[in-house]
């Protein structure tokens, strides 16, 4: 899949929440988004990044930025996974990897030897008007919020 770069329009999507609620794009115009792709809720990886963001969320809203997580998972599971590591901010289901795959957060890995097809680690800083402000693809959990903070502050 194609990646984005800076200065490319983020593809519009409307996908369900943690709680079901169906939640699009549109609802941050206005604001600075991080949007972030993680293959699965509550392992050592996806709960590292996901606690990371937690404990920086107060320091991005000062920013003026909202925060998103999005993984193949059911919205169940991404409830329970909010609700374990109390996180506080939007995940959302992308079961069909729709999203994953306009943002270029979708392709090849390997594992064992083993290749497949799934999510690959990513964050994208989105400003106002839904504009690609930075990407980070195969980006570290733990680096995942330092970048971000340091585009910020570009």
């Known amino acids: 899949m194609a990646k984005l770069n800076p200065g490319d329009r983020a593809s519009h999507f409307v996908l369900k929440d943690q709680n079901e609620k169906e939640v699009s794009l549109e609802h941050y115009k206005g604001k600075k988004v991080l949007v972030y792709f993680y293959p699965k809720a509550d392992t050592p990886g996806c709960t590292k990044q996901a606690c990371s963001v937690r404990d920086a969320k107060a320091q991005l809203a000062n920013l003026g930025v909202d925060v998103i997580g999005?993984?193949?998972?059911?919205?169940?599971?991404?409830?329970?996974?909010?609700?374990?590591?109390?996180?506080?901010?939007?995940?959302?289901?992308?079961?069909?990897n729709k999203v994953a795959k306009a943002y270029g957060a979708w392709g090849e890995k390997s594992m064992y030897g083993k290749k497949y097809?799934?999510?690959?680690?990513?964050?994208?800083?989105?400003?106002?008007?839904?504009?690609?402000?930075?990407?980070?693809?195969?980006?570290?959990?733990?680096?995942?919020?330092?970048?971000?903070?340091?585009?910020?502050?570009?």
Not at 71 to 96: A, I, R, Y
Not at 121 to 135: C, F, H, I, N, P
Not at 138 to 147: A, G, H
């Open 70 to 96: 999005i993984s193949p998972d059911t919205p169940g599971k991404q409830k329970k996974f909010d609700g374990k590591h109390n996180l506080g901010f939007t995940l959302l289901s992308d079961q069909d």
């Open 117 to 154: 097809e799934g999510i690959i680690r990513s964050a994208l800083l989105l400003d106002e008007e839904g504009k690609v402000m930075q990407t980070w693809y195969k980006v570290s959990p733990k680096d995942t919020v330092p970048k971000a903070l340091e585009a910020l502050e570009e």
